[in-house]
């Protein structure tokens, strides 16, 4: 009775992990000729987007008076940014370090003689024509680290749709061309894949500043980006 039970209950199972399993349906069969191509589409956008990393470094003799000072220093910081419009939601603490300082010489043990520290922050905002502003008020309250801004696209879905209906024209328009060549025509596209939509993102232009009378009145030209989206379509030539 016991084996019998057992082989029930194996029927039973077999059709649960049958379901399990993962279903890929077959491409749709292609009557003419095969042809795969890969095509491009490009779609431009002035930045909207501006992104500072600012902070204070501090030194002391004891670790306690350096973190002491760089937040007092540091609170000022965000202050002006509030001050200047910045949200409280646009800035984002990067990073929070403290390291001990040592005096090397020759033939001798490094010598402890003060410790760093540094409060870093990530700033993001829309103005950028704004951008002079925002950073004469970081350097007036003490922040001795500087660097961007990196100018982006802060909602590029739209200019991505735009490339990809470029890329799918593109596409299209070289099947055709082989299409002729051979004497057939494109009857259908039987599928389509994305490689997935890009955009450069510049780097950041390094500002050191270190005068808190410095006037940050550089121009900042947001210039245009470039969007890519690449396909890789089939066509069913006959």
């Given at each position: 009775m016991k084996s019998i039970w057992l082989g029930l209950a194996l029927c039973a199972a077999a059709p649960t992990a049958v379901a399990a399993q993962a279903v890929q349906a077959p491409m749709p069969a292609i009557a003419g000729t095969r042809l795969e191509v890969s095509a491009t589409g490009e779609a431009t956008r002035v930045p909207d987007l501006a992104i500072i990393s600012a902070g204070v470094v501090t030194r002391q003799t004891t670790a306690t008076a350096a973190i002491q000072e760089n937040a007092e220093r540091m609170e000022r910081v965000l202050s002006a940014l509030k001050r200047v419009g910045i949200e409280e939601r646009d800035v984002q603490t990067s990073s929070i370090n403290l390291n001990p300082e040592y005096r090397y010489q020759d033939n001798r043990s490094p010598e402890l003689v003060g410790y760093?520290?540094?409060?870093?922050?990530?700033?993001r905002f829309h103005d950028i024509r704004n951008t002079g502003k925002i950073l004469d008020a970081l350097v007036a309250e003490g922040a001795n680290q500087i660097n961007g801004p990196t100018l982006t696209i802060d909602k590029p879905e739209a200019a991505l749709d735009?490339?990809?209906l470029k890329a799918l024209a593109n596409g299209r328009a070289r099947a055709d061309v082989y299409a002729r060549a051979l004497g057939r025509r494109v009857a259908r596209i039987v599928s389509i894949s994305e490689s997935g939509g890009s955009y450069p993102v510049p780097p950041p232009m390094p500002m050191m500043m270190e005068a808190r009378n410095q006037a940050?009145?550089?121009?900042?030209?947001?210039?245009?980006?470039?969007?890519?989206?690449?396909?890789?379509?089939?066509?069913?030539?006959?």
């Open positions: 760093s520290a540094s409060n870093q922050v990530s700033i735009e490339a990809r940050a009145d550089s121009k900042i030209l947001p210039g245009e980006q470039k969007l890519q989206v690449t396909l890789s379509i089939v066509f069913d030539l006959q």
